[in-house]
Protein backbone atom coordinates (compact mmCIF):
# COMPACT_ATOMS: atom_id res chain seq x y z
CA UNK A 1 0.00 0.00 0.00
CA UNK A 2 1.31 3.24 -0.80
CA UNK A 3 1.54 6.03 1.72
CA UNK A 4 -1.31 8.10 0.03
CA UNK A 5 -3.56 4.73 0.98
CA UNK A 6 -2.10 4.58 3.98
CA UNK A 7 -3.25 8.14 4.84
CA UNK A 8 -6.61 7.66 3.40
CA UNK A 9 -6.94 4.83 4.95
CA UNK A 10 -5.97 6.91 8.59
CA UNK A 11 -7.99 9.29 7.78
CA UNK A 12 -10.99 7.35 6.88
CA UNK A 13 -11.28 5.42 10.21
CA UNK A 14 -9.90 8.39 12.47
CA UNK A 15 -13.65 10.20 11.15
CA UNK A 16 -15.78 6.73 11.55
CA UNK A 17 -14.06 5.11 14.04
CA UNK A 18 -12.56 8.13 16.88
CA UNK A 19 -15.71 9.66 17.18
CA UNK A 20 -16.72 6.48 19.19
CA UNK A 21 -13.59 6.72 21.75
CA UNK A 22 -15.54 8.12 24.12
CA UNK A 23 -17.52 5.55 23.99
CA UNK A 24 -15.41 2.55 24.14
CA UNK A 25 -13.53 3.55 26.70
CA UNK A 26 -16.51 3.86 28.67
CA UNK A 27 -16.96 0.12 28.02
CA UNK A 28 -13.74 -0.51 28.72
CA UNK A 29 -13.75 1.20 32.62
CA UNK A 30 -16.99 -1.04 33.32
CA UNK A 31 -15.08 -4.19 32.31
CA UNK A 32 -12.06 -3.90 34.04
CA UNK A 33 -13.62 -2.16 37.01
CA UNK A 34 -12.90 1.32 36.67
CA UNK A 35 -9.10 0.70 35.96
CA UNK A 36 -8.01 3.79 34.02
CA UNK A 37 -4.57 2.35 32.72
CA UNK A 38 -5.89 -0.82 31.50
CA UNK A 39 -8.79 0.54 29.99
CA UNK A 40 -6.88 2.45 27.93
CA UNK A 41 -4.62 -0.14 26.58
CA UNK A 42 -7.71 -2.18 25.99
CA UNK A 43 -9.33 0.77 23.61
CA UNK A 44 -5.44 1.05 21.69
CA UNK A 45 -5.25 -2.42 21.65
CA UNK A 46 -9.07 -2.46 20.08
CA UNK A 47 -8.64 0.44 17.43
CA UNK A 48 -5.59 -1.28 16.42
CA UNK A 49 -7.06 -4.30 15.19
CA UNK A 50 -9.80 -2.59 13.78
CA UNK A 51 -7.43 -0.69 11.68
CA UNK A 52 -5.82 -3.82 11.01
CA UNK A 53 -9.15 -5.10 9.61
CA UNK A 54 -10.27 -2.04 8.06
CA UNK A 55 -11.21 -3.79 5.28
CA UNK A 56 -13.46 -6.17 6.94
CA UNK A 57 -15.73 -3.02 7.77
CA UNK A 58 -18.95 -2.20 5.74
CA UNK A 59 -18.78 1.67 5.62
CA UNK A 60 -22.05 3.16 6.55
CA UNK A 61 -23.04 -0.17 9.02
CA UNK A 62 -22.80 0.50 12.83
CA UNK A 63 -19.50 1.03 13.12
CA UNK A 64 -19.95 2.15 16.83
CA UNK A 65 -21.12 -1.64 17.85
CA UNK A 66 -18.30 -3.18 15.51
CA UNK A 67 -15.44 -1.92 17.63
CA UNK A 68 -17.34 -2.22 20.84
CA UNK A 69 -17.56 -6.56 19.74
CA UNK A 70 -13.56 -5.78 19.06
CA UNK A 71 -13.10 -4.76 22.07
CA UNK A 72 -15.39 -6.92 24.33
CA UNK A 73 -13.21 -9.52 22.74
CA UNK A 74 -9.80 -8.05 23.25
CA UNK A 75 -11.09 -8.15 26.75
CA UNK A 76 -12.39 -11.42 26.85
CA UNK A 77 -8.44 -12.89 25.41
CA UNK A 78 -6.91 -10.77 28.38
CA UNK A 79 -9.18 -12.20 31.06
CA UNK A 80 -8.14 -15.66 29.85
CA UNK A 81 -4.48 -14.73 29.21
CA UNK A 82 -4.20 -13.23 33.10
CA UNK A 83 -2.76 -15.25 35.96
CA UNK A 84 -6.36 -14.36 37.48
CA UNK A 85 -6.74 -15.68 40.77
CA UNK A 86 -10.35 -16.34 42.08
CA UNK A 87 -12.42 -13.10 43.13
CA UNK A 88 -12.63 -13.58 47.32
CA UNK A 89 -16.66 -12.91 46.89
CA UNK A 90 -18.49 -13.51 50.06
CA UNK A 91 -21.71 -15.07 48.49
CA UNK A 92 -23.94 -15.38 51.74
CA UNK A 93 -22.77 -11.59 51.59
CA UNK A 94 -24.93 -10.97 48.67
CA UNK A 95 -28.60 -10.35 49.65
CA UNK A 96 -31.32 -11.97 47.79
CA UNK A 97 -33.86 -9.88 48.18
CA UNK A 98 -35.65 -7.39 45.47
CA UNK A 99 -35.38 -3.41 46.31
CA UNK A 100 -39.27 -4.08 45.47
CA UNK A 101 -39.49 -5.34 49.19
CA UNK A 102 -38.38 -1.52 50.67
CA UNK A 103 -39.77 0.51 48.12
CA UNK A 104 -42.92 -1.60 46.64
CA UNK A 105 -45.41 0.71 48.59
CA UNK A 106 -43.71 3.95 48.34
CA UNK A 107 -42.40 3.72 45.06
CA UNK A 108 -43.70 0.87 42.92
CA UNK A 109 -42.26 1.46 39.82
CA UNK A 110 -38.89 2.18 41.07
CA UNK A 111 -39.08 5.61 40.27
CA UNK A 112 -36.16 6.61 42.37
CA UNK A 113 -33.65 4.95 39.54
CA UNK A 114 -34.74 7.57 37.37
CA UNK A 115 -33.31 10.41 40.10
CA UNK A 116 -30.07 8.53 40.31
CA UNK A 117 -26.93 10.30 37.80
CA UNK A 118 -25.57 8.20 35.20
CA UNK A 119 -22.20 8.27 37.16
CA UNK A 120 -23.46 6.72 40.14
CA UNK A 121 -25.02 3.94 37.96
CA UNK A 122 -21.53 3.31 36.40
CA UNK A 123 -19.02 3.59 39.45
CA UNK A 124 -21.78 1.16 41.28
CA UNK A 125 -21.54 -1.33 38.10
CA UNK A 126 -17.45 -1.02 38.14
CA UNK A 127 -17.24 -1.15 42.41
CA UNK A 128 -18.88 -4.56 41.88
CA UNK A 129 -16.29 -7.46 42.15
CA UNK A 130 -15.17 -9.24 38.42
CA UNK A 131 -16.81 -12.58 39.13
CA UNK A 132 -20.11 -10.30 39.55
CA UNK A 133 -19.30 -7.43 36.82
CA UNK A 134 -18.19 -8.81 33.90
CA UNK A 135 -21.54 -11.27 33.20
CA UNK A 136 -23.78 -8.44 33.92
CA UNK A 137 -21.84 -5.88 31.60
CA UNK A 138 -21.22 -8.83 28.83
CA UNK A 139 -25.69 -9.03 29.69
CA UNK A 140 -27.05 -5.91 30.59
CA UNK A 141 -24.76 -3.68 28.80
CA UNK A 142 -23.61 -5.73 25.89
CA UNK A 143 -27.06 -7.59 24.96
CA UNK A 144 -25.40 -10.98 25.27
CA UNK A 145 -26.99 -14.13 26.16
CA UNK A 146 -26.59 -16.80 28.52
CA UNK A 147 -24.97 -19.03 26.27
CA UNK A 148 -22.57 -16.40 24.90
CA UNK A 149 -21.56 -15.55 28.52
CA UNK A 150 -20.98 -19.08 29.34
CA UNK A 151 -19.00 -19.05 26.08
CA UNK A 152 -16.90 -16.68 26.39
CA UNK A 153 -15.74 -16.33 29.83
CA UNK A 154 -15.69 -20.26 29.78
CA UNK A 155 -18.47 -20.87 32.63
CA UNK A 156 -21.22 -23.38 32.72
CA UNK A 157 -24.89 -21.36 31.98
CA UNK A 158 -26.16 -22.48 35.66
CA UNK A 159 -23.27 -20.23 36.80
CA UNK A 160 -23.58 -17.46 34.75
CA UNK A 161 -27.22 -17.28 35.69
CA UNK A 162 -26.39 -17.14 39.76
CA UNK A 163 -23.54 -14.55 39.11
CA UNK A 164 -26.14 -12.35 36.78
CA UNK A 165 -28.67 -12.82 39.14
CA UNK A 166 -26.47 -11.88 42.37
CA UNK A 167 -24.53 -9.00 40.09
CA UNK A 168 -28.09 -7.07 39.43
CA UNK A 169 -29.03 -7.93 43.18
CA UNK A 170 -26.18 -6.16 44.51
CA UNK A 171 -25.65 -3.35 42.36
CA UNK A 172 -29.97 -2.76 43.03
CA UNK A 173 -28.78 -2.81 46.88
CA UNK A 174 -26.60 -0.38 46.00
CA UNK A 175 -28.25 2.29 43.89
CA UNK A 176 -30.89 1.89 46.77
CA UNK A 177 -28.46 2.50 49.63
CA UNK A 178 -26.93 5.70 48.20
CA UNK A 179 -30.48 6.56 47.20
CA UNK A 180 -31.35 6.62 50.78
CA UNK A 181 -28.66 8.38 51.94
CA UNK A 182 -29.33 11.59 49.85
CA UNK A 183 -33.00 11.56 50.36
CA UNK A 184 -34.09 10.44 46.84
CA UNK A 185 -35.88 7.86 48.98
CA UNK A 186 -37.14 8.10 52.32
CA UNK B 1 -44.84 -2.49 30.06
CA UNK B 2 -45.79 -5.83 32.33
CA UNK B 3 -49.85 -5.42 32.82
CA UNK B 4 -51.13 -5.64 36.45
CA UNK B 5 -53.07 -8.67 37.22
CA UNK B 6 -56.73 -8.43 39.15
CA UNK B 7 -57.13 -11.72 40.88
CA UNK B 8 -56.02 -12.60 44.58
CA UNK B 9 -53.26 -14.73 44.54
CA UNK B 10 -52.70 -17.66 46.54
CA UNK B 11 -48.66 -18.08 46.51
CA UNK B 12 -48.29 -21.87 46.92
CA UNK B 13 -51.10 -22.41 44.07
CA UNK B 14 -50.68 -19.11 42.27
CA UNK B 15 -53.90 -17.38 41.20
CA UNK B 16 -57.03 -18.97 39.18
CA UNK B 17 -56.33 -19.42 36.21
CA UNK B 18 -52.84 -19.64 35.63
CA UNK B 19 -51.09 -23.09 36.28
CA UNK B 20 -47.67 -22.39 37.88
CA UNK B 21 -47.67 -20.78 41.42
CA UNK B 22 -45.78 -17.51 42.59
CA UNK B 23 -42.60 -19.35 43.58
CA UNK B 24 -42.27 -20.95 40.45
CA UNK B 25 -42.93 -17.72 38.52
CA UNK B 26 -40.41 -15.54 40.84
CA UNK B 27 -37.64 -18.49 40.35
CA UNK B 28 -37.30 -17.72 36.87
CA UNK B 29 -38.36 -13.88 36.99
CA UNK B 30 -34.56 -12.68 35.58
CA UNK B 31 -34.94 -15.74 32.96
CA UNK B 32 -38.35 -14.40 32.08
CA UNK B 33 -36.76 -10.44 31.49
CA UNK B 34 -34.20 -11.93 29.91
CA UNK B 35 -36.27 -14.25 27.41
CA UNK B 36 -33.96 -17.15 28.21
CA UNK B 37 -36.94 -19.38 29.49
CA UNK B 38 -37.86 -22.09 27.04
CA UNK B 39 -40.81 -20.82 24.89
CA UNK B 40 -43.08 -22.75 27.29
CA UNK B 41 -41.83 -21.36 29.89
CA UNK B 42 -41.96 -18.05 28.64
CA UNK B 43 -45.38 -18.28 28.18
CA UNK B 44 -46.70 -19.93 31.60
CA UNK B 45 -44.90 -17.08 33.42
CA UNK B 46 -46.21 -14.34 30.58
CA UNK B 47 -49.97 -15.85 32.03
CA UNK B 48 -48.79 -15.94 35.43
CA UNK B 49 -47.74 -12.59 35.79
CA UNK B 50 -50.74 -11.31 33.07
CA UNK B 51 -53.11 -11.97 36.10
CA UNK B 52 -51.24 -11.91 39.30
CA UNK B 53 -51.43 -9.02 41.66
CA UNK B 54 -48.46 -10.34 43.57
CA UNK B 55 -46.23 -10.96 40.93
CA UNK B 56 -46.21 -8.51 38.58
CA UNK B 57 -45.14 -5.58 40.49
CA UNK B 58 -42.11 -7.65 41.49
CA UNK B 59 -41.37 -8.19 37.97
CA UNK B 60 -42.06 -4.71 36.71
CA UNK B 61 -39.69 -3.46 39.09
CA UNK B 62 -36.54 -5.49 38.02
CA UNK B 63 -37.69 -4.62 34.34
CA UNK B 64 -37.57 -0.79 34.99
CA UNK B 65 -34.08 -1.57 37.06
CA UNK B 66 -32.70 -3.48 33.98
CA UNK B 67 -34.31 -0.79 31.35
CA UNK B 68 -31.88 1.81 33.66
CA UNK B 69 -28.58 -0.27 33.46
CA UNK B 70 -28.56 -0.70 29.67
CA UNK B 71 -29.54 2.64 28.88
CA UNK B 72 -26.70 4.48 31.28
CA UNK B 73 -24.57 1.99 32.21
CA UNK B 74 -22.83 2.62 29.22
CA UNK B 75 -22.42 6.26 29.61
CA UNK B 76 -19.51 7.28 27.23
CA UNK B 77 -16.20 8.20 29.39
CA UNK B 78 -13.94 11.30 28.19
CA UNK B 79 -10.23 10.86 27.71
CA UNK B 80 -8.16 13.81 25.94
CA UNK B 81 -4.35 11.64 26.31
CA UNK B 82 -6.29 8.07 25.53
CA UNK B 83 -7.15 9.92 21.99
CA UNK B 84 -3.74 11.58 21.56
CA UNK B 85 -2.11 7.75 21.73
CA UNK B 86 -4.26 6.39 19.61
CA UNK B 87 -3.67 8.55 17.15
CA UNK B 88 0.29 7.97 17.39
CA UNK B 89 -0.02 3.91 17.61
CA UNK B 90 -2.18 4.78 13.86
CA UNK B 91 0.17 6.85 12.20
CA UNK B 92 2.57 4.15 13.42
CA UNK B 93 0.80 1.70 12.20
CA UNK B 94 0.66 3.47 8.83
CA UNK B 95 3.98 3.86 8.63
Redesign the interface.
Known sequence: MSQVD??A??DQ??REA?VH???L???A??LTGGD?TRS?DL??TA??RA??RWDQYELGTNCRAWLMTILRNAFINEFHMRDRRPTVVDYDEVGER???EQ??TED???RF??N?V??R??AA?EALPEDFRVP??L???Q?L??PEIASALSLPVGTV?SR??RA?RR??RELYDYAREVGIVS | MISPGDSGSDRMHGPRGTDITCQEALDRL??FL?G?LEPEWMERVRGHIAICRHCW??F???R???D???A????????R???R???E???N???
Do not use: M, N
Not at chain 2, 72 to 79: D, F, I, K, Q, W
Open positions: HDKRFELLDDYGLLREEVQCLYQSVFVGPESFELDEITILVSDLGSYKLFRLQ | FEDEPRDVEVFLHIARGLAPTRSRLERVRILRAAE
